[in-house]
């Protein structure tokens, strides 16, 4: 237990020393107007289309699959209906 805490503390020790030492590294850095180049708006617009795409495909397959089931159950109407009618036609036909 004390060698996980050991090294715990050691690499928070690690990180506040690379922080340190980079802070003036990037406080020197140039400020850019150009916000197109920037890799987080690059990376949020990526995931934002492919979030888009994703809910577009979900809503594509959710649709034929809903399709596809109203397209079975009128014809299954359809079916009934053609047996119906040939049972009526014959019936008349019978009496006649």
Do not use: H
């Amino acid at each position: 237990m004390s060698i996980a805490i050991a090294t715990f503390g050691v690499s928070i020790i690690a990180i506040f020393f690379i922080i340190i030492r980079r802070v003036p590294d990037i406080a020197n850095l140039p400020e850019e107007d150009d916000y197109s180049k920037d890799i987080i708006c690059t990376a949020k617009e990526k995931i934002e289309e492919g979030v888009e795409k994703e809910v577009k495909q979900r809503f594509e397959d959710m649709l034929q699959i809903t399709l596809s089931y109203l397209r079975r159950f009128f014809s299954r109407i359809e079916r009934t209906t053609t047996k119906w009618l040939y049972t009526l036609k014959r019936r008349r036909k019978n009496k006649e």
